[in-house]
């Protein structure tokens, strides 16, 4: 019997318990561009960390979990971006915090990508790393804007210390046990009397007081993989033990909203998006450096009649509108660059009218030769993907808090609505993971669609979070998130993107949105 949680590493964490106590919820580029350091790169000391008994290791344990998030007064939207490949990333070697590589000619092709895919979007504000990658793939991104990029030293890479310059063969020929460490159990990696990832959030969580207290509402940050992934953790309160679970891609885009709380103290937080990337988030066969083929794609429905016309309250039991049906067709297209082993879906109209659409295209995929034969791709309705009921009978109790798709919605919902949707969640997470573990193939994907909301709460149950954590996520009508497997469906589950429409075109959602005259995002 598979466990609903496939990170048997990770303990369950509660937003009530050890994390956060105070918190219940959380044109042209080539021009010169007027940059402006806060700190210096030169300037930066790197303490040698204790490792002398276990009071020094909790001490930098908690460490960054003591550094509050300050409060904001107006709605925030923090947009990160990875840099784009570099000259060591297509050579394997590790960089770490070094400044020598360049992007490759494949990394400003992906910035400019980038660039057009955040064109129309209004940032106010753009920080960037001080190293050389970061800065160029900040001015390209830039552009023609005429507001200042600002570098931050804490945005910086991870410091790997002696690790930084070899090629990963050689790290591991030179430093065997702790480079094996550094591949397994990089949260208690150390190098140099230092332990890099602890360090790192740290860093990540006071670099966040200076993000926020910026007047700008809309920000642009450009930075590393690690710095990202412990930007994002550290955000919505997920410890060291995440590192390399939130996958950041070359100039992929993650998305964080911070929404003042009437009360004050540290704002509430949602992930908007993760990781959508300028190429297909699909196409790849590796997740975190690791060769995957068992993968989940969850995939949210097109958004249905009733929700557009008629105000309802998004259950999905309605047929989809026009918009709808092309969203699922765009879905479909994107699932063309693999083979899909079985969608599952609910039982819900606008679900199984996506489903159908997946379904129609993957069966006819391998029949455009004159003898082509057309494959059968297996579907289901299973019941316990169908939350419509539990969305509806939230509406009934509270009509007025019920406001869906907003981005942290599920925090409106009232805790017998929440408790309903994470027990049925969690029944269908892990239907699915037995579902995955079925496959005979050796790439075995399955599809699932169905509501955004339990997407959301399945992805939490993916993470070993609690129901508390269901506002820090967010997902659209018609988006795809994906988690990989490189260790099969037992293992620990890697998150390669969430929310992700960019194969939706012009029928997506903008990465932002105005903030002339919205309070909230």
Wanted: charged share 20%; hydrophobic share 35%; aromatic share 6%.
């Amino acid at each position: 019997m598979l466990s609903t949680a496939p990170i048997p590493h990770l303990p369950v964490l509660n937003k009530t318990g050890e994390f956060f106590p105070e918190r219940r919820r959380l044109g042209s580029y080539n021009k010169p561009l007027a940059i402006r350091s806060s700190s210096s790169v030169q300037e930066i000391k790197k303490s040698p960390v204790s490792t002398g008994g276990s009071d020094g290791r909790r001490e930098l344990l908690s460490s960054w979990e003591s550094i509050a998030l300050p409060p904001v007064q107006a709605a925030k939207r923090v947009v990160l971006v990875r840099h784009g490949q570099s000259t060591w990333n297509a050579e394997g070697r590790i960089q770490g915090s070094s400044d020598f590589s360049v992007l490759t000619n494949k990394g400003e092709s992906q910035a400019e990508t980038s660039r057009q895919m955040l064109l129309d979007d209004s940032f106010d504000v753009c920080f960037s790393s001080p190293l050389i990658r970061s800065k160029r793939t900040a001015e390209i991104i830039w552009g023609s804007r005429k507001e200042e990029i600002i570098t931050e030293s804490d945005l910086r890479e991870i410091d790997l210390y002696s690790f930084q310059g070899l090629l990963k063969n050689e790290g591991k020929a030179r430093y065997g046990a702790a480079y094996r460490q550094w591949q397994i159990d990089a949260p208690n990696f150390n190098i140099d009397d230092h332990y890099p990832v602890r360090e790192l959030w740290a860093r990540a969580r006071s670099c966040w007081t200076k993000i926020l207290t910026h007047k700008s509402r809309s920000i642009l940050v450009v930075a590393h993989n690690a710095v990202n992934q412990a930007l994002v953790a550290t955000a919505i309160g997920l410890g060291t033990e995440y590192f390399r679970v939130l996958l950041q891609s070359n100039c992929g885009v993650s998305v964080l909203d911070f929404t003042p709380k009437p009360e004050g103290g540290s704002p509430s937080i949602c992930l908007n998006r993760l990781n959508q990337t300028p190429s297909s988030p699909i196409a790849g066969g590796s997740s975190g450096g690791r060769k995957t083929s068992t993968r989940v794609i969850l995939v949210s429905h097109g958004l249905p009649l009733s929700e557009a016309e008629e105000g309802s309250s998004f259950s999905g039991n309605g047929p989809m509108n026009m918009l709808g049906m092309i969203q699922a067709q765009k879905t479909a297209e994107l699932l063309l660059d693999i083979k899909v082993n079985s969608i599952v879906s609910s039982s819900s109209v606008a679900s199984v009218e996506t489903a159908n659409s997946i379904c129609r295209i993957q069966e006819a995929a391998d029949c455009l030769g004159a003898d082509c034969v057309p494959r059968y791709v297996e579907m289901k309705q299973i019941l316990d993907l169908d939350i419509g009921s539990i969305l509806e009978q939230s509406k009934k109790r509270d009509s007025t808090r019920f406001q869906p798709l907003h981005s942290g919605w599920l925090n409106g919902l009232d805790e017998e609505t929440t408790t309903a949707l994470w027990e049925q969640s969690g029944k269908a997470w892990k239907f699915l993971l037995n579902e995955l573990d079925k496959g005979s193939e050796s790439d075995n994907i399955v599809v699932a669609v169905a509501h955004p909301a339990l997407h959301i709460s399945m992805m939490g149950h993916c993470l070993n979070l609690t129901k508390e954590w269901l506002g820090s996520f967010h997902l659209d009508a018609g988006s795809i998130s994906v988690v990989d497997f490189p260790d099969g469906a037992t293992g620990r589950g890697v998150v390669r993107c969430i929310n992700y429409t960019a194969h939706l075109g012009r029928w997506s959602i903008p990465i932002t949105r105005s903030t002339v005259d919205d309070e909230e995002f």
